[in-house]
């Protein structure tokens, strides 16, 4: 039977298990440098290196968690955080790697250039606005969870969301009649 | 009826939510992380708690075996009841106000 979430922080907290810690590092860590990947612009290693960090102060602050929120809501926090962070030190946040992009779409799939127009559009939205957009809709959170990975108020997640997508259907329009 | 440009971003944020190859990561992570999650915060405890103790040594030995503790007793004993009774008001009101913070301190949201 696999272990849950919880039996494996308890395990943990309880004993320092690092295994333990690392099957939860295992199961969350597509999702949290997923989310920092969108949040740097697909800079993929300044993504990766901001999710060790995530996952690190995840671990030193760990008997913090209480269970108030899931776990992955918790690790989101903590990425945000960790990249609010990282984005005030350096004086200008990375912009689009057009080189990795184009590297990385498949070009297998007819749908190659949408998806690079996706990501420079998603790019090109407020941060505010990039950040809910990529929480809600990519990564599936609520509104609610998502104002508390951002702590701001519901409403102001709701309309980022809004705003960030009307402004994709403007850039993208012309994607419209794709099928 | 669904705006078509609303699935269709439905369709490729969905799409881009494909899972990401561990290729390594939770190793480099599992290799970075200190010996128990409090390590770091016993060890601060541990510095702070010894500072503390070698602090009081050095101010007992330093000011004539406690002179001052004796002398600040004595001191005390000649102060009016009503300068006490402030001062232990006063006093207590400042402990308390600090164990509340502390204490709402530790219950917060630990989302860091």
Known sequence: ?179 | MNDPLDELLDARFREETRYIDDAGFTNRVLQQLPDSPSAVRNHRSLVIFLSAVVSVIVAYFASGEGFFVRETLLRAGTLSPLTVIVTAAVTGLVMTTFALWAALDRTRDPLL
């Open chain 1, 1 to 179: 039977m696999e272990l849950t979430d919880a039996d494996l922080l308890a395990r943990v907290v309880l004993d320092g298990d690092q295994h333990a810690f690392g099957e939860l590092v295992r199961r969350h860590q597509s999702a949290v440098r997923g989310l920092l990947r969108q949040l740097v612009r697909a800079d993929v290693e300044l993504a990766d290196d901001l999710s060790q960090e995530t996952f690190i102060r995840a671990y030193k602050h760990i008997r913090s968690f209480r269970g108030e929120a899931k776990f992955s809501t918790w690790l989101y926090r903590i990425a945000y955080n960790v990249f609010r962070e990282n984005a005030r030190k350096r004086t200008e946040l990375v912009g689009i790697d057009e080189e990795h992009l184009a590297g990385e779409a498949d070009p297998q799939t007819v749908d190659a250039g949408l998806r690079h127009d996706l990501m420079s559009a998603l790019a090109q939205l407020p941060l505010p606005e990039r950040t809910a957009v990529v929480l809600c809709c990519q990564n599936g959170l609520s509104h609610d969870e998502a104002s508390r990975v951002l702590e701001i108020p519901l409403g102001t997640v709701k309309t980022n969301v809004l705003r960030g997508r009307e402004k994709l259907k403007k850039m993208l329009a012309a994607w419209s009649n794709w099928r």
